[in-house]
Structure formats: structure tokens, C-alpha cells
């Protein structure tokens, strides 16, 4: 009778298997493997109060047991019946830490229940065990928009007129390609704080992306005159110039830039870039040699260091940084 149950259990046939399993636990009703499998077939066959008392059951008679313990949490949960679910998946999660379905579970209930924090808490543990888990992305996801979406409900309750009230209303904007709405609302944030760091840098983005180049360019400049400090201020308008073909212009900014954060790649890169348009090949090999120190899987790193040795004459070391390039470029 075993295995004629497993047979309609891998058949899908879960009402058969169930039926079985009701006969053997007639025989013997003390086979808790049974109980669970029985369980386990009202569950599939989406009987779901059946498979919460067989469950129950089974942890009366031994608590210990993973999966009774689990599938009672999740029949329970998806009974909307979630405060009851909690204490079940909380143990399940206790005794297999790695198990990523009982996890997943306890963050949805946590979320029914309106813990979002205690959600994300599992959420961000379950990212690094299952990092492209489409399940896990999708809760993710839902937990921080609601914590966003509270968050600025109630920063407009407190200060309506406050300026990350705007600059929040921007990036949600920003984040769903909006980008008009977003450019008017992290406008109106630099209104309401002329000083705010990085509105100057996302609004020359926007502008940038809408091919306002001079807009944009003022936009940076502004970054840098009101945050002296912005390495990224600096590095968004220093490229922008080079790409402009004003690399005398650019260069001085570029190496403020790096100056103010020694460790940004991409700015090293830049830099080296701008100074190989001035011909300054020895400063610009030992910039861009700098930058795949930081991160030897930079492809725009080893190209640059390429052209540079190229230029200096060095043809070994050209190639040997082209095959760097070759083997760490995005290929479509």
C-alpha cells in the first residue's frame, strides 16, 4: 500500500495518495512519516484545513519534525490565517536556517502582518543565499516600496513643504522612467535647499539623458560651486567636458575629483582618458595602472592603459592590457 500511495503521489493523483494513506494509518496510527505524507497530499490537493489538523497531530506526538512544523506555518498563511503561521515558521527558520522556502515563508508573514522591517531582516538574509530567486526579488521589492511609500506619507504629514519630500517624489519618478516629473520635482527640492547635496548631479543626468548638454554641464558646475567636496560633482562635469572635447578643462576637474575620492575607478579612468588627450602619457599609464589595482575587472581601465602604452611605444604591455580588456568586456 506504500508504494501504490507513492505511485499516485508522483502521478499528481494527491486524493488516491491520500486515500492510502488513510488506510495504512488505520492499521497504525502511530507512523508519523505516514501522517506527514498525508499531510503533505491535502496540501497538494489544496485541503488545506484537512492538512492543518493532520499536521498539528503529528507535532503532538513528536514537535521536533521539520516539515509538519513548516507545512502547518505555510498551510496556515495561506489561510490568511498569518499571527497563527508566525510562531510556526519562526521555529521552522530556527531549526534549518538555510532553508530558503521556510525563510521566504516567515517574510511573508511578516509582511501580512505589517513587520516590514522584520521582513526585510529575512528578506536581505534570503538575497544572499539565493541571489536571483525571482520570489524573493518580487517580495523584496513589494517590502520596499511599502517602506518607501510610508516613509514619505510621513515626512509630507510632518513637513509638507519640506525638500526630500520633492526629492523623494523625484526618484520614485526617476525609478519608473519618468524622467519629466522627476526633473520638475528635484527642481523644486533645490528651491526649497539650493545646498542639497546631489539634486544639482541627478537633475544634469536627467538633462544629459535629454541631450541638454549646456543645461547639464551648468547643472554639474552648480554641484561642485555649492558642494566643494561632491567627488562625484566633480567627476560627472569633468567627463561631461571630455566628452565634449574640452579635455583642458576637464583635466583639473577630473583630478579634484580623484583627489576627493582616491578609491572611484571610473574617475581614474576618466582622468587617465583626459590626460592622454593632452599627451601626457606617463601620467595618464600610472592613473589608469592605479585603477586596475582597484578593480582588475575594469574592461574602460585596461582599454585606456592600452591606448597608453600604445602611445609610449610599449607594445607588450599595450597587448598584454588589451587581452585584460578582451577578457573582462561586456560582450552583447
Do not use: W
Request: charged residues 25%.
Amino acid at each position: 500500500m506504500h508504494q501504490e500511495a507513492g505511485a499516485a503521489a508522483k502521478r499528481k493523483d494527491y486524493a488516491t495518495a491520500a486515500r492510502l494513506y488513510e488506510q495504512i494509518l488505520k492499521l497504525d496510527p502511530s507512523l508519523h512519516e505516514v501522517q506527514s505524507n498525508l499531510g503533505m497530499m491535502y496540501y497538494l490537493d489544496r485541503k488545506l484545513p484537512r492538512a492543518v489538523i493532520v499536521f498539528q497531530k503529528v507535532l503532538e506526538s513528536n514537535p521536533r519534525l521539520f516539515v509538519p512544523r513548516l507545512f502547518l506555518g505555510i498551510c496556515l498563511l495561506e489561510q490568511d490565517r498569518a499571527a497563527q503561521a508566525l510562531p510556526h515558521l519562526e521555529r521552522a527558520v530556527k531549526g534549518k536556517p538555510l532553508d530558503t522556502p521556510a525563510r521566504r515563508h516567515l517574510a511573508r508573514a511578516f509582511h501580512v502582518l505589517g513587520r516590514d522591517d522584520e521582513a526585510l531582516s529575512q528578506l536581505m538574509k534570503l538575497k544572499e543565499l539565493e541571489p536571483a530567486d525571482s520570489e524573493t526579488l518580487y517580495l523584496l521589492g513589494r517590502v520596499h516600496l511599502k517602506l518607501s511609500l510610508e516613509a514619505y506619507e510621513s515626512l509630507k504629514r510632518q513637513d509638507p513643504e519640506n525638500y526630500r519630500v520633492y526629492q523623494l517624489l523625484g526618484e520614485n519618478y526617476e525609478i519608473q522612467g519618468l524622467n519629466g516629473p522627476a526633473l520638475a520635482n528635484y527642481r523644486k527640492a533645490l528651491e526649497r535647499n539650493p545646498r542639497a547635496p546631489g539634486i544639482s548631479v541627478k537633475i544634469g543626468d536627467l538633462l544629459m539623458a535629454a541631450g541638454e548638454t549646456a543645461a547639464a554641464l551648468e547643472a554639474y558646475r552648480r554641484e561642485t560651486e555649492t558642494n566643494p567636496a561632491s567627488a562625484l560633482g566633480h567627476y560627472k562635469l569633468g567627463n561631461a567636458l571630455l566628452d565634449q572635447g574640452r579635455a583642458a578643462e576637464a583635466c583639473g576637474i577630473l583630478k579634484n575629483a580623484v583627489e576627493l575620492d582616491e578609491a572611484a575607478v571610473n574617475t581614474r579612468v576618466a582622468y587617465g582618458r583626459c590626460l592622454l588627450e593632452q599627451n601626457r602619457v606617463q601620467e595618464a599609464i600610472s592613473q589608469l595602472k592605479r585603477a586596475v589595482e582597484l578593480d582588475a575587472k575594469s574592461a574602460p581601465a585596461y582599454f585606456q592603459l592600452a591606448r597608453a602604452h600604445q602611445l609610449a611605444g610599449e607594445t607588450a604591455a599595450a597587448q598584454s592590457a588589451m587581452e585584460s580588456y578582451e577578457r573582462h568586456r561586456v560582450r552583447p
